[in-house]
């Protein structure tokens, strides 16, 4: 016969030895997330254009309003891509897009809290509330090369970044937007041109 106080205390002691470990990324930095179709060829294109204008969608701008890329940033995806091999073509049709997009929210948090005491039959209610603003950067990788005219490219791979940016109006931390672009290509090493 077993007893149960001591399998209790048995799985108590196993889980008290282990212990899950959250990257500290999660909860103190910025989190950069990659996605790719699977099948696509990443060698099969060799040229590039990023759109010089990302579309911004805020509070103030929920269908999205369309604003100059900041040269720094359009400046750092470059330079990502031709590490790679790819050649940035601005008279010829090119291979890939590049588009950026930039989506920025406001979180409104409530907390409700009671106080009740049975004893004299009342209870006191109050709450606290803030408000934050949350802000991503997605980029993504058109197929133009196999794109129709007037119709749908293929989105090849995208990347976000969570808490980059901030607003309305947008603002950013640079140093971490720019080292975000360079995580996420760095989770991608299967984007390369043929040699």
Request: charged share 20%.
């Amino acid at each position: 016969m077993r007893n149960p106080i001591l399998l209790a205390a048995a799985a108590l002691a196993a889980l008290s030895g282990c212990y899950l470990e959250v990257p500290s990324e999660v909860v103190e930095g910025r989190v950069v997330a990659t996605r790719r179709d699977p099948g696509a060829d990443f060698g099969a294109f060799a040229t590039f254009r990023i759109n010089p204008s990302w579309t911004v969608y805020d509070d103030d701008n929920p269908d999205g309003l369309p604003l100059a890329l900041p040269s720094q940033i359009e400046a750092r995806i470059r330079q990502n891509l031709e590490d790679r091999g790819y050649v940035e073509d601005l008279v010829n049709p090119p291979d890939l897009g590049v588009q950026v997009t930039a989506i920025i929210g406001q979180i409104d948090v409530w907390y409700p809290g009671y106080w009740c005491d049975p004893y004299w039959g009342y209870c006191y209610g109050w709450g606290t509330s803030y408000s934050y603003q949350v802000g991503t950067m997605v980029m993504e990788l058109i197929d133009l090369a196999d794109a129709t005219p007037g119709g749908d490219a293929a989105i090849l791979w995208d990347a976000t970044s969570y808490g980059v940016l901030f607003g309305p109006p947008i603002e950013y931390d640079l140093p971490n937007l720019l080292e975000s672009v360079d995580r996420a290509f760095a989770q991608s090493p299967y984007i390369q041109a043929a040699p």
